[in-house]
């Protein structure tokens, strides 16, 4: 091969080379503009009581629930578990373009008793955040897990079990070492009966916070934390502020759509 058509075909492998980079680029922008938005339920009950004291802000019923994962699938989305949202942060996987991800707080036995079959039937991933004091206990007759509800459901591979600390109280106002210690104390115990973590997560109770306690948490190894209502935007996304929305009773599949559209 001549000079000239060396020359010319490096010239038309740079421009190829070129052409793919900036292809590689646009859809990597297109990816980090990816919504992900984060569901948050609590307690679920088959018969509405007539009165509430939080207004319906945290029960739901198992039927609503299933609607909303159903019209949620109809509508293109793909739940993903936190493990997976952190490995997309790292590079180390990429988003589906429609991501959502299901959470519960406080470890309730009817997440076990009512949602957990939802999940097997549809092959939802979700997380449950637990009050690791409350496990295996009954209070103000409300049944929470046990230690073998949320065994079996890890063991599934569709459920993760993370911290919502060791009581559920507003960890604002607590000294910032007491709740470095009590979220630390609270994996202990959430290891010594489900296995090792190597992701560990929290979700404030209340979404109740200070700079110094995400700080303080983060610089313990807690690796996402979760405070706010919203929802994240993968451009900016920051591990240390997770936002979610949190679903009162009986909000339907298509009001979840158009709450996550809107933004």
Not at 229 to 255: A, L, S
Request: charged share 25%; net charge negative.
């Amino acid at each position: 091969m001549n000079k000239k058509n060396l020359l010319l075909l490096l010239v038309f492998i740079m421009v190829i080379i070129s052409i793919l980079l900036i292809i590689s680029k646009y859809f990597h922008n297109e990816k980090d503009d990816i919504k992900v938005p984060i569901l948050l339920y609590h307690n679920f009950v088959t018969v509405i009581p007539e009165t509430d004291p939080d207004n319906y802000n945290y029960i739901n019923t198992p039927e609503s629930f299933e609607e909303n994962i159903k019209v949620i699938i109809e509508n293109g989305y793909t739940p993903i578990s936190i493990k997976e949202l952190y490995d997309a942060y790292n590079g180390k996987i990429e988003l589906p373009t429609k991501p959502i991800l299901i959470t519960f707080d406080d470890g309730y036995y009817s997440n076990y008793e009512y949602v957990y079959p939802i999940l097997r039937k549809y092959k939802v991933k979700a997380s449950i955040f637990i009050v690791t004091n409350n496990i295996g206990k009954e209070i103000n007759n409300i049944k929470y897990l046990s230690w073998d509800n949320c065994l079996e459901m890890q063991n599934s591979g569709l459920v993760e079990i993370y911290s919502h600390g060791t009581r559920h109280i507003f960890y604002n106002k607590v000294p910032v070492r007491e709740i470095r210690d009590d979220v630390l104390e609270s994996y202990k115990i959430i290891e010594n009966n489900l296995g090792k973590k190597d992701l560990k997560v929290f979700a404030y109770p209340y979404g109740a916070y200070t700079n110094e306690t995400v700080r303080a948490l983060h610089n313990n190894g807690i690796a996402m934390q979760f405070y706010d209502i919203g929802i994240n935007n993968f451009n900016n996304f920051d591990k240390n502020f997770i936002k979610r929305i949190n679903i009162p009773c009986e909000m339907t599949g298509r009001e979840i759509i158009e709450e996550i559209e809107k933004e």
